[in-house]
């Protein structure tokens, strides 16, 4: 009987309580064998395959669980690895595969990037045009029979899909893109082939990068690509999976020669179920409707979605045309709500993670097959559930509100203009001609993070700890001002995570205890919940900042994190739009910053270093974002008075598309990554002429190496190319937290000695 679907695209990796980056981690530290890695990690993937079955998921991918990263994975199934790592294996070692992402001792690792609009990185596939793309081993097929033979489970593999594969690899012209193509389609057909005989009836083919604006020639690409699998694997199901946003040509995509489409009803909803209102959806394929959110955690609406889905089964014609989805891999959320036994119930019970989406999918395909009445019990529950928190005072804070409905349209304002806040700058502050500064935070010793578990377990009392903090502040002034920094920091010691530390202080924030997700390799991010209204409730950081500067003559800067880069760095409520969020985080900082002011901090930082991350995929929903991002910084930062010096810290250096954005958020100094980059950034400044306080970093602080005063100097003097000198500043590229004082004290010293030397060069001509 023909039967509405439930279907996973992706499963999280890392496990209940991260038990993956543990054994990875073990394993990289040679603490246990590979073959105690490979046990472990076989049993954990067998486990996620047994969940999801538990749950009721009828299509379980497997070839989504990965040792490393999903895209390193086909790219090493392909063949496609960097040169300085062919060792001519035939089938690519576990050390290769780890040295790769990872580098070693020798070799440098592969570049990580960004996965589309997520938090999470993939290696960057390098291929050169001599690269010869061939099998290693067909992992999918391995994967397929495990899933089979060891649970009986016919799963569904999952794989990159050759066009998204060469597009987000880098190393090759773009004349030979098709050449490249052309000898990966034989080779997917072989290993489709080959899971076709082994038994598999569907493949999901993942092109996240139709999503992003495509060319006929794309189109031409695509139409290229699926005729010749459909011709060279006749019988097995093609399922084409996009994700993220709406993909760009619906029309002519939906006509591609393949059995199924999967389709983001959550971030691409409007804009999909428009156009399959326009165009009809083909009835001789299968639609994955990927209506439970894959990002983000809070439970589904489900009596709305399956009105959606009911009109959507409508469409399709037919009940075997229809699959219920999440709408990206479920990889970008944690895994279960089950562990956590401190949140605030009201909250707990309207949050959904990997677990809970599937099993409100596996729910909503049952309501089709068998009747809504069959799951009335779970609509009502969810429908509840997400009603108590919508009533709660946590959302329902009359002060916020009323603050937020106040709010102008125009962009709030400093009172003077840059011209006139640099003049009064100048003559408070006196300072020399390009002034030094860090970023903001010092070395996290071992010390630091152990007077932080003392204070956790009880081992030190708040006072024990807090003069902890306070000597270690003391003595990081001290060290400054003997290097003869011009503005000082007070050394962020306090603090773990520079978006927890506020969270923690702020209404309307809560955490998880297990509720972590995957960055990159074994690298996991517990992500703050924005669930309520943000509010103010007292200083947060005046404490800290007034004692430094009580140190010290020198200016210390105060240190707060940015409205863009906390609501980056955060699974947010879905219940308000994003710019009413970035303004409440923006009017509870305003406040801190008036408390700063009023205690006599005359510099202060708002670091965004999220804002760039943040920009929407579409083309047309960029200006939206970057003008929603500047009003809440300007709020933030602009009811100063003009002697206060506002900052900000980026730490990257791609600001080719953004540096409007960045001028007219108005700040008085913004530091930027300089040094890492090799001056890439240089020729954005040619072409932009940016006139507000500027620094470019001189110092690339990922790395141990202590950079020469030469090496420095040759920074700030490229810089000063096209940086007029009184505006430039001298600084690293980020914060110090993770190098040892070994390591960073010498460099800011000869940081120092750069800048004066630069200083006396420039004399003669800054004096005229
Ligand atoms: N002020 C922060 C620090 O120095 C900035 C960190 C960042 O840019 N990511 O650590
Ligand atoms: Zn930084």
């Not at 695509?222 to 019988?235: I, L, R």
């Not at 429908?383 to 102008?408: C, F, I, P, T």
């Amino acid at each position: 009987m023909a039967k509405v679907l439930s279907s996973n695209l992706g499963y999280p990796r890392i496990g209940e309580k991260r038990e993956w980056k543990k054994a990875l981690e073990q394993f990289w530290a040679a603490k246990i064998s590979k073959d105690k890695f490979l046990k472990t990690v076989k049993n954990l993937r067998l486990n996620y395959l047994k969940k999801q079955r538990e749950v009721g998921v009828d299509l379980i991918p497997v070839g989504d669980f990965s040792l490393y990263d999903h895209v390193l994975d086909t790219a090493v199934l392909f063949g496609l690895i960097p040169e300085r790592f062919n060792k001519d294996e035939k089938e690519i070692s576990l050390e290769t595969y780890f040295s790769i992402a990872r580098g070693n001792k020798e070799t440098e690792a592969s570049e990580m990037t960004k996965w589309f609009d997520t938090n999470y990185h993939y290696i960057v596939p390098e291929i050169s045009n001599e690269t010869q793309p061939h099998i290693t081993s067909n992992r999918l097929l391995a994967l397929f029979n495990e899933a089979k033979e060891e649970l009986g489970i016919t799963s569904k593999p999952v794989i990159v899909g050759p066009v998204t594969l060469l597009k987000l690899s880098k190393g090759y012209d773009q004349e030979h893109f098709q050449t490249l193509l052309d000898s990966l389609i034989p080779l997917y057909i072989q290993i489709f082939s080959e899971l076709k005989n082994a038994g598999a009836e569907w493949v999901q083919i993942d092109e996240p990068i139709l999503v992003k604006t495509l060319t006929p020639d794309d189109l031409a690409v695509f139409q290229k690509v699926y005729q010749a699998f459909k011709e060279g694997v006749p019988g097995l199901k093609l399922l084409l999976q996009t994700y993220f946003e709406a993909v760009d040509d619906y029309k002519e995509v939906v006509k591609l020669p393949i059995d199924g489409i999967g389709l983001d009803f959550v971030y691409g909803k409007k804009a999909n179920l428009e156009a399959i209102k326009a165009y009809g959806f083909p009835q001789d394929k299968v639609l994955a409707a990927g209506v439970i959110d894959g990002r983000n955690i809070w439970k589904t609406d489900l009596a709305a979605t399956f009105d959606e889905l009911e009109s959507l089964l409508a469409t399709v014609g037919g009940k075997d045309k229809l699959w219920i989805t999440p709408s990206s891999s479920l990889l970008h959320v944690p895994v279960t709500i089950e562990n956590e036994k401190e949140l605030d119930p009201v909250l707990k019970n309207a949050l959904s993670f990997a677990d809970q989406k599937l099993a409100e999918a596996v729910a909503l395909a049952k309501g089709l097959n068998e009747g809504k009445e069959n799951i009335t019990t779970i609509i009502e529950k969810s429908g509840r559930d997400l009603d108590a928190l919508q009533q709660s005072a946590h959302r329902n804070n009359k002060d916020v509100r009323k603050e937020l409905d106040q709010l102008d349209s125009d962009l709030p304002s400093r009172p003077g203009s840059y011209k006139l806040r640099q003049q009064i700058q100048q003559d408070a502050f006196q300072l020399p001609l390009l002034p030094t500064t860090t970023i903001g935070s010092f070395p996290q010793t071992k010390e630091v993070r152990q007077a932080r578990r003392n204070l956790r377990t009880g081992e030190w009392t708040k006072k024990q700890y807090d003069q902890f903090i306070k000597d270690e502040t003391a003595k990081w002034i001290s060290i400054q001002e003997d290097i003869g920094i011009d503005v000082l920091v007070h050394g962020e010691f306090e603090r773990n995570d520079m978006v927890e530390y506020f969270g923690e202080k702020l209404a309307g924030f809560a955490f998880t205890r297990f509720g972590w997700v995957q960055s990159y390799g074994s690298r996991c991010v517990k992500p703050p919940l924005i669930f309520g209204d943000v509010a103010w409730n007292s200083p947060i950081t005046v404490g800290e900042s007034a004692y430094a500067q009580s140190l010290t003559k020198k200016p210390v800067k105060g240190m707060l994190t940015g409205p863009v880069t906390i609501y980056n760095w955060s699974f947010v409520r879905n219940d308000i739009n994003q710019a009413d969020v970035f303004n409440q985080i923006a009017l509870a900082l305003k406040k801190e910053i008036h408390s700063l002011e009023e205690a006599d901090i005359r510099m202060i930082q708002v670091d965004e270093p999220a804002l760039r991350e943040g920009l929407p995929l579409k083309e047309e929903k960029k200006a939206d974002y970057l003008h929603s991002a500047i009003y809440a910084f300007r709020l933030t930062t602009s009811s100063v008075n003009n002697d206060t010096q506002i900052h900000t810290h980026m730490c990257y250096s791609e600001f080719d598309e953004i540096i409007e954005a960045i001028d007219a958020l108005d700040t008085d100094v913004i530091s930027i990554e300089g040094a890492r980059s090799h001056g890439e950034m240089i020729s954005t400044f040619e072409a932009f002429k940016y006139k507000k306080g500027i620094g470019l970093g001189v110092y690339d602080i990922h790395s141990p190496r202590i950079p020469s005063v030469d090496e420095m100097k040759s920074y700030a003097e490229r810089a000063l190319k096209v940086l007029d000198p009184k505006i430039f500043w001298i600084n690293p590229d980020c914060g110090l937290k993770t190098r040892r004082p070994e390591e960073a004290i010498p460099a800011l010293k000869n940081m120092v000695e750069a800048a004066q030397e630069v200083r006396a060069e420039l004399g003669d001509i800054v004096e005229k």
